[in-house]
């Protein structure tokens, strides 16, 4: 009999097996997977809700092969807001992937690695986290910097101790304006690339969050002194085949899906609609 060839477009069954509220607006759903898969911190899967449509997003779950996958969740439209109102556990999705590069960490061994992440962009970002953990010792210093609105739009607030006492890691959070009983800083996440305490040259970065986010994040750091080919942002762009096969994600000659999410800011920053 020959040899059965996975068919890349067919998701495979995801059984919800844990929805955890992580803010008003974002859950975490836990998947149970009818077959194992294998992904690199950054690749991003297919959600298929039947008769409601697709959307893609990163896993929050440790990266690595897996028959369970954790994906958080910001209620944003059709797909998202199905879930949210109609997806609990028992229920069946499918999920297809994993698609893209993901994050270059063998590239960043030997150096400090800059995390910066605001808003839903936590999410994807877990699993960035987690990968940079799995090989700590790559790298000099991994320092995470997290923006949110208000205290209550941070996703898992209960693990930051815990990433901080990771060897040669720190954590530091902020919020756009001060609320009673706040004590970390107050502003827009940019306020946190004023006063770094890393070696610019060595470090490279990665961030997740909103365009905008993006946008004025990676302003701060070329203001700073970063080179453009340190920064890596995680590109968020409709996608429909996941493959570099339809066309609709690309930035010049790159697709997000099949290049990137996660794009190097100096191979793209000449190109126009970078921000969206
Ligand atoms: C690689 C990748 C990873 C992602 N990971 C996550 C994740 O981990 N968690 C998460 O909550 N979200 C993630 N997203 C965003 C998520 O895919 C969108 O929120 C989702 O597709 C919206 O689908 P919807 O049907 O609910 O909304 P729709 O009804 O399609 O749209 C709602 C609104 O959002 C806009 N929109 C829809 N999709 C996008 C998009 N990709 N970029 C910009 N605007 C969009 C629409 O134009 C519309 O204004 C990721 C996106 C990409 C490309
Ligand atoms: S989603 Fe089809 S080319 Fe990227």
Redesign the pocket.
């Given at each position: 009999m020959s040899e059965q060839i996975k068919n890349i477009y067919y998701p495979v069954e995801a059984e919800v097996i844990r929805v955890i509220a992580e803010t008003s607006t974002i859950k975490t759903w836990r998947f149970k997977l009818s077959e194992q898969m294998t992904f690199r911190a950054g690749q991003?899967v297919q959600l298929t809700i039947p008769g409601i449509?697709e959307?893609?997003?990163?896993p929050?779950s440790e990266p690595g092969t897996c028959d369970e996958l954790d994906?958080?969740?910001?209620r944003?439209?059709?797909?998202?807001?199905n879930l949210h109102d109609n997806i609990k556990e028992g229920d069946l999705v499918g999920i297809r992937g994993p698609f893209g590069e993901g994050y270059p960490f063998d590239k960043f061994k030997g150096h400090n690695v800059l995390v910066v992440g605001g808003g839903?962009g936590l999410?994807?970002m877990r699993a960035g986290i987690y990968g940079l953990f799995q090989r700590i010792d790559d790298f000099k210093r991994v320092s995470i910097k997290f923006g949110a609105r208000s205290p209550g739009d941070f996703c898992f607030t209960d693990e930051f101790d815990e990433w901080a006492k990771r060897p040669h890691t720190d954590v530091t959070l902020t919020i756009d304006r001060d609320s009673p009983g706040w004590t970390g800083r107050v502003g827009v996440v940019t306020v946190l690339l004023e006063d770094l305490d890393l070696d610019i040259a060595d470090t490279y970065v990665i961030s997740c969050g909103p365009d905008i986010m993006l946008k004025f994040v990676t302003l701060k750091l070329l203001e700073k002194g970063f080179d453009p080919y340190h920064i890596y942002l995680s590109m968020?762009?409709?996608?429909s085949c996941g493959l570099g096969k339809c066309h609709r994600c690309n930035i010049g000659p790159y697709y997000?899906c099949k290049d990137g999410?996660d794009m190097c800011y100096g191979e793209i920053m000449n190109y126009p609609n970078v921000f969206?």
């Amino acid at each position: 009999m020959s040899e059965q060839i996975k068919n890349i477009y067919y998701p495979v069954e995801a059984e919800v097996i844990r929805v955890i509220a992580e803010t008003s607006t974002i859950k975490t759903w836990r998947f149970k997977l009818s077959e194992q898969m294998t992904f690199r911190a950054g690749q991003f899967v297919q959600l298929t809700i039947p008769g409601i449509g697709e959307a893609p997003f990163t896993p929050s779950s440790e990266p690595g092969t897996c028959d369970e996958l954790d994906i958080t969740i910001l209620r944003a439209g059709r797909v998202t807001d199905n879930l949210h109102d109609n997806i609990k556990e028992g229920d069946l999705v499918g999920i297809r992937g994993p698609f893209g590069e993901g994050y270059p960490f063998d590239k960043f061994k030997g150096h400090n690695v800059l995390v910066v992440g605001g808003g839903v962009g936590l999410a994807p970002m877990r699993a960035g986290i987690y990968g940079l953990f799995q090989r700590i010792d790559d790298f000099k210093r991994v320092s995470i910097k997290f923006g949110a609105r208000s205290p209550g739009d941070f996703c898992f607030t209960d693990e930051f101790d815990e990433w901080a006492k990771r060897p040669h890691t720190d954590v530091t959070l902020t919020i756009d304006r001060d609320s009673p009983g706040w004590t970390g800083r107050v502003g827009v996440v940019t306020v946190l690339l004023e006063d770094l305490d890393l070696d610019i040259a060595d470090t490279y970065v990665i961030s997740c969050g909103p365009d905008i986010m993006l946008k004025f994040v990676t302003l701060k750091l070329l203001e700073k002194g970063f080179d453009p080919y340190h920064i890596y942002l995680s590109m968020n762009r409709r996608m429909s085949c996941g493959l570099g096969k339809c066309h609709r994600c690309n930035i010049g000659p790159y697709y997000i899906c099949k290049d990137g999410p996660d794009m190097c800011y100096g191979e793209i920053m000449n190109y126009p609609n970078v921000f969206g």
